[in-house]
């Protein structure tokens, strides 16, 4: 029995017919893909992120180890968790970098509108509907901020699988997808059918990868990575090893996806606010160091890129401008 639902009421759900109607509204909604599983704790999932964290692969992320047991136990996140619905949304748009050294380039997940907005509207729309259809439902939303492993759920779900790189990775998008979740109080169909892993003896992104971020497949080591120094890190200076090998990265970095076989799939995405926001794509270097708070809180309200902070953003801009001299001199 559902957790507060009637008797009468748990007899009467067609969990099948339910689940194939969950599906379709989420697809209606805008989501590229959608799977149900089961809400259970990820027990082979929390050895290998034991593992990770065991090795200070997290860097300074200390939260990914304060709150091991809520990434691991949807009930512990959502008690009344049963079922796990798990969606992707496409956000690829074909807007390509500029080689303009006096701008810096983007990642492509933070060109447009801020993601977690993006997706946490659909699943809003997408809870309103089941709690319509069972007044019985309660749910709780989870996109990225929340303590949930994303991609282990997804995997679980069949939407993908995890990639060298240790993205997700789907047949269709690629791995220009975002990933959200929504934990639900209702018993439903669960999916078991799951993505077997494609990449074979791919490197590509391992040998990319300009600061060997990726120290072995599918581990990542955070105190290398471009996208957490750029984005996570709060230093005012950046990582030893990092600024040298930027290769004209300013927020983010994408050279792995990039470089990613299955990425030839990509299609634009249907959702208008994944387009790019001026200045987003290629941001210019000097006016970044020009901004006041005010003029930063306007121009990146909304957006992702807000997570850097100002702070973030100005450090980003110097140490990129300070490498491109390097080069400069270099060639001279």
């Known amino acids: 029995m559902t957790p507060n639902a009637e008797p009468s009421e748990c007899k009467t759900i067609?969990?099948?017919?339910?689940?194939?109607?969950?599906?379709?509204?989420?697809?209606?909604?805008?989501?590229?893909k959608v799977g149900i599983v089961r809400a259970e704790i990820l027990a082979a999932e929390r050895s290998r992120v034991q593992e990770w964290l065991d090795r200070g692969y997290q860097g300074e992320m200390h939260w990914m180890g304060s709150d091991l047991d809520q990434r691991t136990n949807p009930q512990r996140l959502f008690p009344a968790a049963l079922s796990v619905i798990v969606v992707a949304l496409n956000y690829y748009t074909p807007d390509k970098h500029s080689g303009d050294p006096e701008t810096g380039k983007v990642s492509r997940y933070a060109w447009g509108d801020d993601y977690h907005e993006v997706v946490r509207s659909k699943l809003s729309a997408l809870l309103g509907w089941i709690e319509n259809e069972v007044p019985s439902a309660t749910g709780k939303m989870c996109v990225d901020i929340q303590?949930?492993?994303?991609?282990?759920?997804?995997?679980?779900?069949?939407?993908?699988?995890?990639?060298?790189?240790?993205?997700?990775?789907?047949?269709?998008?690629?791995?220009?997808?975002?990933?959200?979740?929504?934990?639900?109080?209702?018993?439903?169909?669960y999916d078991s059918?799951?993505?077997?892993?494609?990449?074979?003896?791919?490197?590509?992104?391992?040998?990319?990868?300009?600061?060997?971020?990726?120290?072995?497949?599918?581990?990542?080591?955070?105190?290398?990575?471009?996208?957490?120094?750029?984005?996570?890190?709060?230093?005012?200076?950046?990582?030893?090893?990092?600024?040298?090998?930027?290769?004209?990265?300013?927020?983010?970095?994408?050279?792995?996806?990039?470089?990613?076989?299955?990425?030839?799939?990509?299609?634009?995405t249907g959702e208008d606010r994944f387009q790019p926001r001026p200045g987003t794509v290629n941001a210019r270097l000097s006016e970044i160091l020009d901004l006041t708070p005010q003029r930063y809180a306007e121009q990146f309200r909304g957006s992702a890129m807000k997570r850097a902070k100002l702070t973030g953003l100005q450090?980003?801009?110097?140490?990129?401008?300070?490498?491109?001299?390097?080069?400069?001199?270099?060639k001279a």
């Open 193 to 268: 059918d799951q993505v077997e892993d494609h990449c074979g003896s791919c490197t590509l992104c391992i040998d990319a990868c300009p600061t060997s971020a990726i120290r072995e497949p599918y581990v990542v080591d955070s105190n290398r990575c471009i996208s957490y120094a750029t984005i996570e890190w709060r230093a005012p200076e950046m990582p030893p090893g990092i600024t040298e090998n930027l290769e004209g990265w300013f927020y983010g970095c994408d050279i792995c996806q990039d470089v990613c076989p299955w990425n030839r799939f990509e299609t634009a």
């Open 147 to 189: 303590p949930m492993m994303d991609k282990a759920w997804a995997v679980r779900a069949g939407l993908g699988w995890i990639g060298k790189h240790t993205n997700l990775i789907t047949h269709e998008f690629g791995s220009w997808v975002f990933i959200g979740e929504l934990l639900l109080n209702l018993e439903l169909e």
């Open 14 to 32: 067609d969990r099948i017919g339910l689940s194939r109607a969950i599906k379709e509204r989420a697809l209606s909604a805008g989501f590229d």
């Open 315 to 330: 450090r980003n801009a110097r140490a990129l401008l300070r490498a491109q001299e390097t080069v400069r001199t270099q």
